[in-house]
């Protein structure tokens, strides 16, 4: 009878516990915006910090301050006639959090003031040299939006382009490290207008933007990750 109990104890403890495991799984996908595979890995490995696409490609760890990089964005007119201030907004974003994890990054005011001089980026060569850059990431959006087609009452922020890192380091013209395309929206679904002004939902796209860009360069947790 002790040995019958005790079985029957153990079956339900291995019940109790697959239980517990599937309401888990359960209550993850049912959290919207979350991702299950990142929310998994919390409950199974904690919270695993994850190589950039930089050092993945690179296999260069720009967090330890040896090497330094200078950031540049370009827009066409058509976005920058509505939004002039996007290329400054978010590099000034993307410097601060680069910096915050100690990755060497040229003075966004002084690359401003350099691009004002010069009215455009022109040779990345040339801008490298006088900053004294290892690399220079250009980030360049084609398209930006914060209006919803056929709706003048929500807003959603939209952008797509891509990143280019030059490495500036050699003697010779700078070579593509490193390079992808990027798309984001932010929020997943529009939300009314009414809920925040302008200004302030403008902001907070800026912001999602820089940390999505400034992640290519530098590990992060998983739950740091933005989707």
């Known amino acids: 009878m002790t040995s019958c109990g005790a079985m029957f104890r153990s079956r339900c403890a291995i019940f109790r516990n697959l239980l517990i495991w599937f309401l888990a799984v359960l209550t993850v996908t049912s959290l919207p ?7 998994m890995g919390k409950m199974l490995f ?22 330094s990089i200078l950031l ?13 201030s996007i290329q400054i907004d978010i590099l000034d974003r993307m410097s601060r959090t680069l910096e915050i994890r100690g990755v060497k990054v040229v003075s966004a ?15 990345f060569s040339e801008l490298a040299e ?18 919803v087609p056929d709706s003048r009452d929500l807003q959603q922020g939209k952008m797509a382009g891509k990143v280019q890192v030059l490495d500036c380091s050699g003697t010779g013209e700078p070579v593509t490290a490193f390079e ?8 997943d679904y529009p939300v009314p207008k009414e809920n925040r002004s302008e200004q302030l939902f403008t902001e907070g796209f800026f912001d999602r933007t820089a940390l999505t860009l400034a992640q290519f ?7 740091e990750t933005v989707h």
């Not at 904690?46 to 090497?67: I, S």
């Not at 360069?217 to 739950?223: G, M, N, T």
Request: proline fraction near 4%; charged fraction near 30%.
């Open 46 to 67: 904690g919270d695993p910090k994850l190589k950039c696409q930089f050092r993945a490609a690179t296999d260069v760890d720009l967090t330890k301050g040896e090497k």
């Open 72 to 84: 540049a964005c370009s827009a066409p007119h058509s976005v920058l006639s509505k939004t002039p």
């Open 130 to 147: 006088r900053f004294d850059a290892d690399y220079v990431m250009n980030i360049s959006i084609d398209e930006f939006s914060l209006e």
């Open 33 to 39: 915006g979350c991702s299950l595979g990142v929310m």
């Open 109 to 123: 005011d002084d690359v401003a003031a350099w691009f004002d001089d010069h009215g455009e980026w022109g040779d």
């Open 180 to 187: 992808r395309n990027f798309s984001l929206q932010f929020p």
């Open 217 to 223: 360069l530098y590990d992060h947790r998983a739950s």
